[in-house]
C-alpha cells in the first residue's frame, strides 16, 4: 500500500478546512442567549437587546420558541419573534456622510447586523442567590440547572434573577436593558423590562462618538411582538392544528389604551380560530394526530401579554406619560419591511418609520377580526395575510439632546387556564358530555360556547 506524505496530508487537510469555510454565511451569527427560568414562566433572550425569529439556535425548527407556559410541561413555547426598532427624523449619519429624512435600526425581527448597526457591550445573569443543587440517584433533578446559568450573585438585587444587557446601536442610542424574574408562587408567570435608552453618540463597532453631537430629532422606540400560540397544537408539537399556526397565522391580538378609555396601556393575544382546524378551534382542542390520540385537550389556552408601567413624558420631565405608548400597529408578520433591513435605504427607512408613527388605530386587530377566521381576514383587497399579524407599541416621538435618555419600563407575563381546567373542559367538550356549565355559573347547550367562555 502506498503511503502518502505528511505534507500531502497537511495539504488535504487545509483543503478540506478551506471547502467547510466556504460554507459558512457571510453573516454569521455572534450573539449569545441566556434563558430566566426559575418560575412557571420560561424565555431566553438576545445580547444584542431583542428576540428575533429562531434567535437562540438559528434553526427552523424554532419557529415557536421562548416564553413557555406553563414552563415544565412539554411543547408549551408561545414566541415566534420579537423586534425593537429605533427610529429618528433628519438624522446625519457619519458612517456614509449624509443626511436621511428617517432614520432606522433593527434589531429583529428578522435581521441583527452586528458588525455594523447593533453592538452588545455586557450581557450577563445576575441572580439574588445561587440555585441549589437537587440530585436523585446522584441525578440532577431537573433540566432547568443547566438553563439558569448565573454569571454573579447579589443578594440586592430588586428580584430572584436580572438579566443586565448593554448595547450601542449605529444611531447612535445607547440601550441598557434590566429583565427581572421572580420565582414567588404569586408573581412567578411574569418578566419586567426595564429600558434606559442614552443618546450617547455612539455610532459602530470601534465605539466611536459622533464627531459632533448632535440632538436626535422625532425619536421613536417600537417593540414587535409576534405570537403563536402554542406549540403544544402545532407543526413542532402534537401537529394536530394546522401547520400555519406554528407561526401566529391565527394569532389575535387586543389593544388596551387610554384613548380606548381603558385604564391600562398594553396588549394581549390569544389562539384565534383557524379556517384549516375543522372544529371551533379556540383554545386549541386536541382532534388527534399521527403523534397524539384524540381527547380534546385545551392544548392553547394561553394568553400572553405587555402592560406598560412607565413611560418618561420627555427627556427633561421623569414623570409617567399616561398618553404611552403613542402608537400601536398591527401589520403583516410577513411584510416587506419585516423581512431585510438596509439602514442605508431612505426609502426602506421611510417605510418602518410610517409603520412607527402610524398611532392608536381606530379598531384593534380582535375588533376588526371578531369572528372570522384569523388566519383569512384581511385588512384591505390589496394586502395579504401569508403568515398572521404582529402587533407592535411604540414610544416617542421624544427629542434628544446629547446625554439624554429616555426610561421605558413594561411587564410581560402569560396565563391561562390551569391545566386540570384544560384537561377537564377540553374533555367534557370532546365527549359531548352535558349539562354545559360556563364559568359565570349559566348553562348552554353548545359545546363550544361552553368551551370558549372557559
Known amino acids: ?15 478540506g478546512l478551506l471547502c ?28 444584542g437587546g431583542c428576540e428575533q425569529e429562531v434567535g437562540r439556535r438559528h434553526l427552523i425548527p424554532d419557529q415557536q420558541d421562548g416564553l413557555l407556559w406553563p414552563a415544565l410541561f412539554e411543547y408549551q413555547d408561545i414566541q415566534a419573534a420579537k423586534a425593537l426598532w429605533i427610529g429618528a ?9 449624509k443626511t436621511f429624512d428617517y432614520k432606522v435600526v433593527d434589531i429583529g425581527p428578522r ?8 453592538f452588545p457591550q455586557e450581557f450577563k445573569l445576575i441572580g439574588k442567590e445561587n440555585h441549589p443543587i437537587v440530585l436523585v440517584d446522584g441525578t440532577l433533578a431537573s433540566h432547568t440547572v443547566y438553563m439558569d446559568e448565573v454569571n454573579d ?24 436593558r434590566k429583565i427581572y424574574a421572580f420565582s414567588n408562587t404569586y408573581h412567578e408567570n411574569y418578566f419586567i423590562y426595564d429600558h434606559v435608552l442614552t443618546n450617547t453618540g455612539i455610532y459602530n463597532k470601534a465605539g466611536d462618538v459622533k464627531p459632533n453631537p448632535a440632538t436626535l430629532t422625532d425619536v421613536v422606540f417600537m417593540w414587535q411582538f409576534r405570537y403563536a400560540i402554542s406549540r403544544y397544537v402545532a407543526a413542532y408539537g402534537y401537529q394536530y392544528a394546522p401547520q400555519s399556526a406554528a407561526w401566529g397565522h391565527n394569532t389575535v391580538n387586543e389593544i388596551l389604551h ?3 378609555g381603558d385604564n391600562l396601556r398594553g396588549i394581549y393575544a390569544w389562539h384565534g380560530l383557524h379556517s384549516k382546524y375543522g372544529v371551533d378551534n379556540i383554545g386549541g382542542p386536541n382532534i388527534g394526530s399521527a403523534s397524539i390520540e384524540a381527547d380534546g385537550f385545551l392544548g392553547a389556552a394561553q394568553f400572553p401579554g405587555i402592560v406598560v408601567l412607565y413611560a418618561d413624558k ?17 401589520f403583516s408578520s410577513d411584510a416587506g419591511y419585516t423581512q431585510q433591513h438596509d439602514q442605508f435605504s431612505s426609502q426602506g427607512m421611510a417605510s418602518e418609520y410610517s409603520v412607527m408613527a402610524r398611532g392608536i388605530p381606530a379598531q384593534t386587530h380582535a375588533q376588526a377580526v371578531g369572528d372570522q377566521f384569523a388566519d383569512l381576514w384581511t385588512p384591505s383587497v390589496t394586502e395579504t395575510n401569508p ?16 446625554g439624554d435618555s429616555i426610561h421605558i419600563v413594561f411587564a410581560e407575563g402569560v396565563n391561562g387556564l390551569s391545566r386540570d381546567e384544560c384537561r377537564r373542559v377540553g374533555k367534557q367538550w370532546w365527549d359531548q358530555t352535558t349539562p354545559y356549565i360556563k364559568p359565570d355559573g349559566s348553562s348552554t347547550t353548545n359545546r363550544d360556547e361552553f368551551k370558549n367562555a372557559w
Open 1 to 15: 500500500m502506498k503511503q502518502i506524505s505528511k505534507s500531502k496530508i497537511g495539504f488535504i487537510f487545509l483543503l
Open 20 to 47: 467547510l469555510l466556504s460554507f459558512i454565511p457571510k453573516n454569521a451569527y455572534g450573539d449569545e442567549s441566556k434563558w430566566l427560568a426559575i418560575g412557571m414562566l420560561h424565555n431566553w433572550y438576545s445580547s
Open 89 to 97: 427624523k433628519n438624522y446625519y449619519d457619519p458612517i456614509v456622510g
Open 111 to 118: 435581521t441583527l447586523d452586528e458588525s455594523n448597526e447593533i
Open 153 to 176: 450573585v447579589n443578594p440586592n438585587i430588586n428580584a430572584d434573577r436580572m438579566i443586565y444587557n448593554v448595547v450601542n446601536t449605529s444611531i447612535g442610542v445607547t440601550l441598557k
Open 258 to 260: 387610554t384613548n380606548y
Open 314 to 330: 420627555s427627556a427633561s420631565d421623569h414623570s409617567d406619560d399616561s398618553m404611552q405608548p403613542f402608537s400601536t400597529p398591527y
Open 387 to 402: 403568515g398572521g399579524f404582529s402587533q407592535a407599541i411604540a414610544f416617542g416621538p421624544y427629542t434628544m439632546a446629547p
